[in-house]
Structure formats: C-alpha cells, structure tokens
C-alpha cells in the first residue's frame, strides 16, 4: 500500500506472511525519500520464527517483536531495522 502524508511524503506499508509458517511474517512501514530508489525501513513488526540479535547490546531473544530505526545504528554503518524490542502488543499478524 502506497501512501503520501500531509506534506507530501512517501510511505509504503508492506505485509508479508509465510504460507508454511503462521509465525513467519513482517509487517513494514518504510519511508521513500525522494531522488532514491530504496525503502527505508521505520519499523518492522516480525512473528516469531527467527531469533534476533542486537549487534551493539549484544542482547538476543525469539520472540514477536518490533524493529525500530535508530540513528545509533544508523551512526554505525547498520542496517535501518538492525535494532529490534521484543513484544507483546501481537501474537500473529493479525494483531491479536
């Protein structure tokens, strides 16, 4: 789903789940900034299917949980969804 705010700015809302795996899904809300051509990733609602590390804490989890961009990892050379929490506002895509 495409969607332009207020002043003009583009977001795109992606969802995708697994068909073998009803844990395995993401649900993405990515800013497109103009004159580039990638999404950049604001948040990234994952199931739980995979465990997740936080490069710089060091701190890891398998859980449901909710990728944030931070300009911490961002200052770092990082991917934008390298940091996540752990979650238990959803437990299926959903939102329940």
Request: proline letters at 4%; hydrophobic letters at 30%; aromatic letters at 12%.
């Amino acid at each position: 789903m495409s969607i332009t705010g207020s002043a003009g700015s583009r977001f795109r809302l992606l969802i995708r789940q697994s068909p073998f795996n009803p844990l395995d899904f993401s649900v993405i809300l990515g800013y497109l900034p103009e004159n580039v051509s990638g999404l950049f990733r604001l948040r990234r609602y994952n199931g739980k299917s995979h465990k997740h590390t936080n490069r710089i804490e060091g701190s890891k989890f398998y859980e449901f949980h909710i990728h944030i961009a931070t300009e911490r990892y961002q200052d770092r050379g990082m991917d934008e969804d390298g940091f996540a929490e752990p979650t238990s506002r959803f437990s299926d895509l959903n939102g329940r």
